[in-house]
T-cell receptor
Framework: GIQVEQSPPDLILQEGANSTLRCNFS?????LQWFHQNPWGQLINLFY???GTKQNGRLSATTVATERYSLLYISSSQTTDSGVYFC????????????FGKGTLLTVNP | DAGVIQSPRHEVTEMGQEVTLRCKPI?????LFWYRQTMMRGLELLIY????????DSGMPEDRFSAKMPNASFSTLKIQPSEPRDSAVYFC????????????FGSGTQLSVL
């Protein structure tokens, strides 16, 4: 199956700092989503981004499908950004199965 | 929109007991997924329904697990008999098949089997 690698595995920031999270995947994809799991366990969909760039407030994401990676940018981080960020691509040929990476654990300190 | 609704939020049971987890997907969504999250294995897809029909149950660990979707607004995941190794967070998620297939998760059920 498709291999999904997220980096870094852990990241500690001071409030106000910027960060970039990376997701590499091994196969061609037709769908890719980013999720945030907050400290209470809720999984929130951040982006549906099979290709191109999208922005939502302080967050933006870019997927370069031809090079098999996606990036999530967090600017001016806040303590509420803490949690685990998951990348979940879907391999071409599948019409439903997302494969979740192991995630990046982000801690934003005040 | 109420989002995906799961119940119960927490379930503590003893080994051997039957456990039933419930899910109400977002109205209008035609795809429903059950996931399990553990520290060791991360997020795993257990079963996928499309238009109430089970399409892929290859992730169901064993015969002790079963899932049903009797109508478009309700699904259950049953474990019988439960074992301590089933302890995990079980998530239900739904999406609308089509051009923008964002997946939306419920709040999960934290299951502890003693």
């Amino acid at each position: 199956g498709i291999q999904v690698e997220q980096s870094p595995p852990d990241l500690i920031l001071q409030e106000g700092a910027n960060s970039t999270l990376r997701c590499n995947f091994s196969d061609s994809v037709n769908n890719l989503q980013w999720f945030h799991q907050n400290p209470w366990g809720q999984l929130i969909n951040l982006f549906y981004i099979p290709s191109g760039t999208k922005q939502n407030g302080r967050l933006s994401a870019t997927t370069v499908a031809t090079e098999r990676y996606s990036l999530l940018y967090i600017s001016s981080s806040q303590t509420t950004d803490s949690g685990v960020y998951f990348c979940a691509p879907r391999v071409e040929g599948s019409n439903y199965k997302l494969t979740f990476g192991k995630g990046t654990l982000l801690t934003v300190n005040p | 929109d109420a989002g995906v609704i799961q119940s119960p939020r927490h379930e503590v049971t003893e080994m051997g007991q039957e456990v039933t987890l419930r899910c109400k997907p977002i109205s209008g969504h035609n795809s429903l997924f059950w996931y399990r999250q553990t520290m060791m294995r991360g997020l795993e897809l257990l079963i996928y329904f499309n238009n109430n029909v089970p399409i892929d149950d290859s992730g169901m660990p064993e015969d002790r697990f079963s899932a049903k979707m009797p109508n478009a607004s309700f699904s259950t995941l049953k474990i019988q008999p439960s074992e301590p190794r089933d302890s995990a967070v079980y998530f239900c998620a739904s999406s609308l098949t089509g051009s923008n297939e964002k997946l939306f998760f419920g709040s999960g059920t934290q299951l502890s089997v003693l």
